[in-house]
């Protein structure tokens, strides 16, 4: 069949082309800008859903398609990317093309909890578009998946960082319920209903076998990844209510008022007519994650907070030292030191609060910039040149017993790994 598949660059989008290609189907991709992320086997046309709300904007894309499968979605808004325009006018616009060429099929991605229970922002805009889709005269299904998972998710990132970390602090002590899908049992999802399309308009639930709480996920994936027993601070829902809050206004936190309401009101569902189509359960959380993926999963899953660790480590450092130099430490024990490196004078007020204000500028940098990679050079380069000064005119401090010279080759590798890292 001809498809056009409208998300294709998200983590359930990519998924989805991977499996409809490899079943022989012709696959159209909409794209803001065509050519930026073609992919062999594909066909882009171009697409705007912040901006194709009206239903003539989409007929000319559907010439000679039989099936339209929208995966667009967003968890959070951003400038230029709303609830309203992204799940609700432009797939409503979508639909009524649909009904108007007479598309032979739509499949809806939208969300578990998208029902006549909403509160959050993000399920009401879900429901919006299923209910334009249930108006219409046209054969459809509704998927409504719970937490999809997938290696290269960044739903299964999240989850596997906080289930790697030596202590998770959870709302509640992770009492809510999760039903977790894998991306792959989805995709099979669809496949069974590209071979069997219904009648009219049909609403599925996506989820895993079985309900389970927060804590348990996380558990099971912790224990998949080889990592042992999982240890909990819960965190009243006050403080988590005050955290999400604040979370709010943080761009790109994943922890707002939304976000905890939907957590709260948990994510679970019955999954027989899941079974029925897949012809049999989907796969339980424990098969997710491989014994042959859990080294790289577990490593993976502990970089992605042992390396912030380490760059706020290696910024507190350059903070420090440079307040100390600016003063806390005696300025004329200061000078003395540079004195014997042969700077003296007028220099020398020059060269000390010259070089904190530089190892300032180097901590501030290293916590707020985003390409830091010509930053980790510039501290390799200096860190050296101090290490090679001193050395030369005040080789004793190699051996001090505190080793402050010594110090500088762990610092050194530390900073080097973050440079090779970066990425």
Same mark, same amino acid.
């Given at each position: 069949?001809?498809? =056009?598949?409208t998300g ?7 998924h989805?082309?991977d499996?409809?290609l ?7 991709v909409t794209s803001r800008k065509p050519?930026?992320?073609a992919?062999?086997g594909l ?8 901006r ?8 000319p894309? =559907?010439l000679?398609v039989?099936?339209?499968i929208?995966?667009?979605g967003?968890l959070?808004e951003?400038?230029?990317q709303?609830?309203?325009?992204l ?14 060429a007479?598309?032979?099929l739509?499949i809806?991605l939208?969300?578990l909890?998208?029902d006549?229970h909403?509160?959050?922002?993000y399920?009401l805009?879900?429901k919006?578009?299923?209910d334009?889709l ?8 509704i ?17 596997s960082?906080l289930a790697?970390?030596p202590?998770v ?9 999760v039903?977790p899908?894998h991306? !792959? !049992?989805?995709?099979?999802?669809v496949?069974a ?8 308009v049909?609403t599925?639930t996506v989820?895993?076998?079985q309900p ?5 996920m996380?558990a099971g994936?912790r224990?998949?990844?080889?990592l042992g027993?999982?240890?909990? =601070?819960?965190l009243?829902m006050p ?7 604040a979370?709010t206004?943080?761009?790109g936190?994943?922890?707002d008022?939304d976000t905890?309401?939907?957590?709260e009101r948990?994510n679970?569902?019955?999954?027989a !007519?899941m079974?029925?189509l897949?012809?049999?359960a989907p796969r339980p959380?424990?098969s997710f994650i491989?014994p042959?993926?859990?080294p790289?999963?577990?490593?993976r899953?502990?970089?992605n907070w ?5 760059r706020?480590?290696?910024?507190l450092v350059w903070?420090?030292?440079?307040i100390?130099s600016?003063g806390?430490?005696?300025v004329?024990?200061?000078y003395?030191l540079?004195?014997?490196t042969g700077?003296?004078?007028a220099l020398?007020p020059?060269?000390l609060y010259?070089a904190?204000?530089m !190892?300032?500028a ?6 707020a910039l985003?390409?830091r990679?010509?930053?980790w050079?510039?501290q390799l ?5 101090y290490t ?8 004793e ?5 505190y080793g402050?010279?010594?110090k500088?080759?762990p610092m050194?590798?530390a900073?080097w790994?973050l440079y090779?890292?970066e990425?």
């Amino acid at each position: 069949m001809i498809i =056009l598949l409208t998300g294709a660059s998200g983590f359930i989008g990519r998924h989805l082309a991977d499996a409809l290609l490899a079943h022989g189907h012709d696959v159209i991709v909409t794209s803001r800008k065509p050519g930026h992320a073609a992919r062999p086997g594909l066909r882009e046309v171009a697409a705007d859903f912040s901006r194709d709300i009206e239903p003539a904007a989409w007929l000319p894309r =559907l010439l000679g398609v039989d099936v339209v499968i929208n995966a667009v979605g967003i968890l959070r808004e951003s400038p230029g990317q709303r609830f309203e325009l992204l799940h609700e006018r432009a797939p409503c616009a979508l639909f009524a093309a649909c009904a108007e060429a007479g598309v032979r099929l739509v499949i809806q991605l939208s969300a578990l909890g998208a029902d006549q229970h909403a509160t959050s922002r993000y399920h009401l805009s879900k429901k919006a578009a299923d209910d334009c889709l249930r108006g219409l005269d046209l054969p459809a299904v509704i998927l409504q998946p719970s937490l999809v998972y997938g290696a290269d998710g960044a739903s299964a990132t999240l989850f596997s960082t906080l289930a790697s970390l030596p202590l998770v602090v959870l709302p509640g002590g992770g009492r809510q319920g999760v039903q977790p899908v894998h991306v !792959d !049992d989805l995709c099979a999802l669809v496949l069974a209903v590209l071979a069997a399309p219904p009648a009219s308009v049909r609403t599925v639930t996506v989820a895993g076998p079985q309900p389970l709480t927060l804590r348990a996920m996380l558990a099971g994936l912790r224990a998949a990844m080889g990592l042992g027993r999982l240890h909990v =601070l819960p965190l009243p829902m006050p403080l988590a209510r005050m955290a999400a809050s604040a979370g709010t206004l943080l761009p790109g936190s994943l922890l707002d008022t939304d976000t905890l309401s939907m957590l709260e009101r948990g994510n679970t569902g019955e999954v027989a !007519d899941m079974t029925a189509l897949l012809g049999h359960a989907p796969r339980p959380l424990p098969s997710f994650i491989t014994p042959a993926e859990a080294p790289a999963m577990r490593l993976r899953a502990q970089l992605n907070w042992l390396l912030p660790v380490l760059r706020w480590s290696i910024a507190l450092v350059w903070i420090v030292t440079g307040i100390v130099s600016l003063g806390l430490y005696p300025v004329q024990e200061s000078y003395a030191l540079l004195a014997r490196t042969g700077i003296t004078g007028a220099l020398a007020p020059l060269m000390l609060y010259g070089a904190a204000l530089m !190892d300032l500028a180097f901590g501030i940098g290293t916590l707020a910039l985003k390409r830091r990679r010509w930053l980790w050079l510039m501290q390799l380069a200096l860190i050296l040149f101090y290490t090679a000064v001193i050395s030369f005119r005040l080789p004793e401090f190699w051996l001090h017993p505190y080793g402050p010279l010594l110090k500088n080759l762990p610092m050194l590798a530390a900073i080097w790994l973050l440079y090779e890292m970066e990425k």
